[in-house]
């Protein structure tokens, strides 16, 4: 019995250690680009956004957190889903890490997703950004919810995407992260 709850006990300092090391900025890994979503304030905490790597769902999250995606370099396009639809390009280099800002804006019957980059001479939304990385671990969407999500909605996704090409992007003054607003990895210590 004491050697059972040795171990249990063991195991959840260690876990608890993980989660305290998962937070924080991580460098992409070798021939990658990394791109953290941060959704800074609690207005709006109840409301779920998703999130798209152009006609891949990569997950999902409400309230004051942030998620952390890893991509490869080159040009992207991005998308938040609620009430509306928020696009976002992007041009990524590789070895380099960009925040993007997620905004709630009220809406009719749900909030409105925006989505913006963050620099960091933008001082107060990058130091923002900033503290609630290094406060708390991102949240993860598990793969088997990625996977099923995009099987469940591939026509909306293809939908969305047709929009975008044919309406939205030239309507639309949807923003862009330039290869320039990469954050050193001086001032994201």
Request: charged share 25%; net charge negative.
């Amino acid at each position: 019995m004491k050697t059972r709850l040795y171990l249990l006990l063991c195991l959840s300092f260690l876990t608890g250690f993980s989660t305290i090391f998962a937070q924080g900025f991580t460098p992409p890994s070798e021939g990658k680009a990394v791109v953290y979503f941060t959704r800074v304030t609690v207005y709006g905490a109840g409301i779920s956004f998703e999130f798209f790597d152009n006609d891949q769902f990569i997950g999902i999250f409400k309230g004051k957190n942030y998620m952390r995606y890893e991509c490869d370099p080159g040009e992207q396009l991005f998308w938040a889903s609620s009430e509306n639809k928020e696009f976002i390009t992007a041009e990524f280099e590789a070895g380099k890490t960009y925040i993007v800002m997620v905004n709630v804006i009220m809406g009719a019957w749900k909030a409105h997703v925006g989505l913006s980059p963050v620099p960091e001479d933008k001082t107060e939304e990058f130091e923002r950004a900033k503290d609630l990385i290094l406060s708390k671990a991102p949240v993860i969407t598990p793969e088997k919810k990625i996977v099923s999500t995009n099987e469940k909605l591939k026509d909306f996704i293809a939908e969305k995407l047709e929009l975008y090409e044919n309406e939205w992007k030239d309507t639309k003054n949807f923003k862009h992260i330039s290869a320039d607003m990469a954050i050193s990895e001086e001032a994201m210590k």
